[in-house]
């Protein structure tokens, strides 16, 4: 069965330093892998995916995430943090479908917080 | 940009009664599904449905849970008969194709509160 794990409940970071959201994930073959941003009083918010290609994937504000097969992780990164970077982050995984199941798997949440 | 819409945004309901969370999803995907998360625990998945119907149900998702498409632009999660458990934050999604390739777009959430 597939499965998330963020390993911290919080991650606090000063402004302007570099910061590592950590995920590791477990499925039976080969992962797609996701991350979400939920900002208070919001939804969540799609920020970046890995299905295949260059193990560093690019997305929305800045962020980054390494794939990681050997270590079976998907760390979150951002060379510069924001204030407003402060939520709530969300790593999620599917495993590559043998039928039409298109369920995500979340982990628990890390929650972001940037010192001014 | 086109986006997911939910309504309402908080909906307080008797134990027992009936509620309908609605979803608008983005009008040119064909992949809707409804996630929960409860009060300071991590978001779960309830269903997932394509081609007008249930494509996958979590174990969460049991007879008091339904969904429907009742034309081409809603889609709806109906609990039946709310228990105080039920209370949660409830999300709505939907996506190009399979997640893996487009990834989902989440909803802004309904927030269920059940007395």
């Known amino acids: 069965a597939q499965s998330v794990a963020q390993p911290e409940d919080q991650v606090n970071v000063a402004e302007g330093n570099p910061l590592t959201v950590k995920c590791t994930y477990s499925?039976?073959?080969?992962?797609?892998l996701f991350w979400y941003v939920q900002y208070p009083n919001r939804g969540l918010q799609f920020l970046l995916k890995y299905i295949t290609g260059d193990n560093l994937v690019k997305g929305s504000y800045g962020f980054e995430a390494e794939f990681n097969k050997s270590q079976t992780s998907f760390h979150l990164k951002k060379p510069s943090a924001l204030v407003s970077d402060s939520a709530l982050y969300f790593c999620?995984?599917?495993?590559?479908?043998?039928?039409?199941?298109?369920?995500?798997?979340f982990g628990k949440g890390t929650r972001l917080h940037i010192l001014p | 940009e086109p986006e997911v819409t939910q309504t309402p945004s908080h909906q307080v309901t008797q134990m027992g009664q009936e509620v309908i969370l609605r979803c608008v999803p983005i009008s040119n995907h064909l992949y809707f599904y409804w996630y929960r998360q409860i009060l300071g625990q991590k978001v779960e998945f309830l269903v997932s449905f394509y081609n007008n119907e249930i494509s996958e149900k979590s174990e969460i998702f049991d007879d008091q849970f339904s969904v429907e498409r009742p034309d081409g632009s809603n889609f709806t999660l109906k609990i039946r008969s709310t228990k105080l458990e039920d209370s949660a934050m409830y999300f709505c999604?939907?996506?190009?194709?399979?997640?893996?390739?487009?990834?989902?777009?989440f909803g802004p959430g309904t927030r269920l509160t059940v007395l």
């Open positions: 499925v039976s073959g080969n992962p797609y």
């Open positions: 999604a939907s996506s190009e194709g399979t997640s893996g390739r487009t990834g989902q777009f």
């Open positions: 999620a995984v599917r495993d590559i479908p043998m039928n039409r199941d298109d369920k995500i798997i």
